[in-house]
C-alpha cells in the first residue's frame, strides 16, 4: 500500500512529518509524528473536509560541534494539509499530544436524513 497515494497530501515547506488517517465508526483520526517539537506552537486548522497541520521543528545548539557527519532529521517549518476520506463535524473536533505524537478526533457529520422546508 503506497501511503502517498492513500489520501492528496499538500505541505509547504521543505519538509512534513509523517502521518497516518485512520476510520472508526464514529470519526477520523489523524496521528502525526510530531517528535522534538511544542505541541503548544503547532497550529492546526480543519475544515469539513481537510486538516491542516504547521509549525517548526528548530535546530538544538550547536556551539560545541565541530564537525557535521549525519544529518538525517528533518528540521524547519512545515505546513501540511490532508483530505479527508469524509466530512466531518470540527465543532467537536479535539486534539492531544503523547509521546511525540499529535492525534486529531475529527467526528463524523452525523447525516441528519430528510427534513421538510417551509416555503415562505
Not at 517528535?35 to 492546526?44: E, I, K
Not at 528533518?74 to 501540511?80: I, N, T
Amino acid at each position: 500500500m503506497i501511503r502517498q497515494r492513500m489520501f492528496p497530501v499538500v505541505h509547504g515547506g521543505n519538509w512534513f512529518p509523517a502521518a497516518d488517517v485512520y476510520e472508526t465508526a464514529s470519526a477520523i483520526i489523524v496521528h502525526m509524528d510530531i517528535s522534538g517539537m511544542d505541541p503548544r506552537t503547532l497550529s492546526v486548522v480543519a475544515d469539513g473536509t481537510q486538516v491542516t497541520v504547521s509549525g517548526e521543528r528548530g535546530y538544538g545548539s550547536r556551539d560545541m560541534v565541530s564537525c557535521i557527519h549525519q544529518l538525517e532529521i528533518e528540521r524547519g517549518f512545515f505546513e501540511r494539509s490532508i483530505s479527508l476520506p469524509k466530512t466531518v463535524d470540527v465543532s467537536r473536533a479535539v486534539s492531544e499530544s503523547r509521546n511525540g505524537f499529535l492525534q486529531i478526533t475529527l467526528p463524523l457529520r452525523r447525516n441528519t436524513g430528510k427534513i421538510k422546508i417551509t416555503v415562505g
